[in-house]
């Protein structure tokens, strides 16, 4: 079992570089259309918003990006590996999802699957 491990995780080590190039890519666009929208609805003033301290990308936006994960991986973003409350910057991303992604890949962890329900 440990080969098949050790192959799992050169596989996936392999496909590293695409998975951040498109992840970084995905949370620029993310954050920007965020700031935008921000940036015009925002009031003006000197007293600080509730807006500045939230996350550059909260934990049900992330979810988002598992169109990445299923097409560079071949496998979903489990909602539950996400960092709860989101990210301040992609680094912090990168760091915290990839080592978790490379986890599920080789089928370290377990993920929970969604039941899917018989059609009536």
Known sequence: ???????????????VPELLKRLSEWFDNEATSIDDVI????????????????????SKRVVDATVITEEV??????????KPGGYESFQEMADHL???????F???????????????
């Open 1 to 15: 079992m440990e080969a098949a491990d050790s192959n799992l995780a050169k596989q996936f080590d392999a496909k």
């Open 39 to 58: 940036a015009n609805s925002a009031p003006s003033g000197t007293g600080g918003s509730v807006v500045s301290a939230r996350p550059a990308i909260d």
């Open 73 to 82: 991986l071949g496998i979903e973003l489990p909602p539950e590996i996400i």
């Open 98 to 104: 990839v080592p978790m992604l490379k986890r599920v």
């Open 106 to 120: 080789t089928k370290e962890v377990k993920v929970k699957k969604p039941l899917v329900k018989a059609a009536a």
